[in-house]
């Protein structure tokens, strides 16, 4: 069982940053891959991007490459977003979510309860 706690959503002007971290439970932390999806309303979830458990691989949405990155600190048991560039259209609850084995887009097990991510115009 994994347990996730996402952190570091709030409100920012377009062209502002912001980082999100996710704090996950449990000892095997480099065991799961871990992502980020995002949800605004009136649209399905969505993945932004996903790194595997080593921190060697990681996959991106194109609505988000060249502006998001994800890292991960196994150490920590910690998995972050860095945003940069923000668009109103990035608004949106992010998800933390955690996946056994390798990198991949679907097929996550674990969330998190979500942060809020607004961008204002």
């Known amino acids: 069982q994994v347990q996730l706690v996402e952190s570091g959503g709030g409100l920012v002007q377009a062209g502002g940053s912001l980082r999100l971290s996710c704090a996950a439970s449990g000892r095997t932390f480099n065991n799961y891959a871990m992502a980020w999806f995002r949800q605004a309303p009136g649209t399905e979830r969505e993945i932004v991007a996903a790194?595997?458990?080593?921190?060697?691989?990681?996959y991106y949405a194109d609505s988000v490459k060249g502006r998001f990155t994800i890292s991960r600190d196994n150490a920590k048991n910690t998995v972050y977003l860095q945003m940069i560039s923000l668009k109103p259209e990035d608004t949106a609850v992010y998800y933390c979510a955690a996946r056994p084995g390798l990198l991949g887009i679907y097929e996550y097990d674990y969330w998190g309860q979500g942060t809020q991510v607004t961008v204002s115009s």
């Open positions: 790194i595997a458990g080593s921190g060697g691989a990681s």
